[in-house]
């Protein structure tokens, strides 16, 4: 009996978890949506494999970074969210990480919000291939380590000024230059150093709206 009422625990503190992590709160008409049923949602999938409820990024011995934009959908001034699993870090001294694109010009010319197995969270430009640093932080307690667990990851991008959440918190508001055209967004994983076998990063859906 006491087994069964621990595992009735766990299952209840799990869906709450859940429910907690959900992309809620974005404001504005729906311009993009997919919980990955299936693989009509327009993304690039040259390296990335659709596992329906899932998308997984999956990085290998050769690739220790994968990233993927939609190919026919474009947002700019929005509300973006994905909800992600994180996977265990493949060694202490190596954190897997998942991220969300945004105002991507292409695949060489974007911006990243990037959460980590080791509990950092992190903002990047990127320009012409290379990235800089916008934000960094180690320990804000808004990502949850706990593999498998789901965290979100929220952007939203209003009249020059970016502002990042992991979890519903609010980590970092910058302004910033936004590219001119139609823009892209998507979804990116990496591993910090090379791994001997594969190791995916989940998403679980991803959302843009026009926001506030």
Same mark, same amino acid.
């Given at each position: 009996?006491?087994? &069964?009422?621990?595992? @009735? ?9 859940? +429910?907690?992590?959900?992309?809620? $709160? ?14 009509? $949602?327009? %993304?690039?999938? !040259?390296? %990335? ?21 939609? =190919?026919? &959908?474009? +947002? ?11 996977? +265990? ?10 991220? #969300? ?9 974007? &911006? ?10 992190? #903002? ?11 934000? !960094? +932080?180690?320990? =804000? ?8 667990? @789901? ?19 609010? #980590?970092?508001? @910058? ?5 001119? $055209? ?16 594969? @190791? ?13």
């Amino acid at each position: 009996m006491m087994r &069964f009422l621990v595992a @009735v625990l766990a299952l209840l503190l799990g869906l709450v978890s859940s +429910a907690r992590a959900a992309c809620e $709160g974005q404001a504005g008409t729906t311009i993009f949506d997919d919980n990955f049923a299936d693989d009509a $949602g327009g %993304w690039d999938l !040259t390296t %990335w494999k659709m596992q329906p409820p899932v998308i997984v990024g999956g990085l290998t011995s050769q690739f220790t970074s994968n990233s993927t934009l939609n =190919t026919t &959908f474009n +947002a700019t001034d929005g509300d973006y969210c994905s909800e992600v699993k994180l996977p +265990a870090s493949p060694a202490k001294d190596n954190s897997a990480s998942a991220g #969300l694109l945004f105002l991507a010009t292409d695949y060489n010319n974007l &911006f990243l919000a990037m959460i980590s197995s080791n509990g950092s969270t992190n #903002l990047y430009k990127r320009v012409t291939g290379n990235y800089s640093t916008i934000y !960094t +932080a180690q320990d =804000t307690n808004a990502v949850n380590t706990t593999p498998g667990a @789901v965290n979100v990851i929220r952007v939203t991008v209003k009249e020059g000024k970016i502002t990042l959440f992991v979890n519903g918190k609010q #980590l970092k508001v @910058v302004r910033a230059q936004i590219p001119a $055209g139609p823009l892209r967004f998507g979804m990116y994983a990496q591993v910090d150093k090379a791994i001997q076998s594969e @190791v995916d990063v989940d998403f679980t859906s991803y959302k843009v709206t026009s926001g506030q």
